[in-house]
């Protein structure tokens, strides 16, 4: 099954929600590592150079996980009204964060007037710098965003095992298997 249906989602979903998933957190814990880096450590350039890498391919990601859910069906979200109400706002805080987090990373990264390379295959180029205090700026924006990102992540995470274990609903078995689902 490729694309999504009311019962459950496509492969395509499902591939891009994992390799997001395993990207951001990746992305997460090595920033936080890269800031402690010393200038005379071997990591201290090759470790962001991997971050700004991995980030703008899960831009790209981002951007067509985003199309594919303006153009695909979303399975049927079980459970009562308000919690349906908020999976939605919690599905759009996650992404309108990934978005804020991934823009502000490649303002950081293109202040100086430089495109990032992207390991060495193309470079995306600076479209927006020299703008007062951009690093400093969009990296504070970065980490706070990133951090709250990571604790939506979180949330996320546990409400999936919930409606998992407790409601025994098929949320999470949905986007492990497009073949496993459960009728609603």
Sequence with gaps: MWRNTR???GIVSIVLHWVSAVAIVGLFALGWWMTDLGYYDSWYNLAPWWHRSIGMLLFAATLLRLTWRAASTSPALPGARFE???A???HLGLYVLLVAVLVSGYLISTADGRGISVFDWFEVPALVSDLPRQATLAGTVH???ALALI???IVHMMA???HHVIDRHDVLVRMISPRI???P
């Design 7 to 9: 019962r459950g989602w």
């Design 84 to 86: 349906r109400l908020a």
């Design 88 to 90: 939605e706002l919690g």
């Design 143 to 145: 980490w706070y965003l």
């Design 151 to 153: 604790g939506l992540a």
């Design 160 to 162: 999936a095992f919930k």
């Design 181 to 183: 689902s459960r009728k």
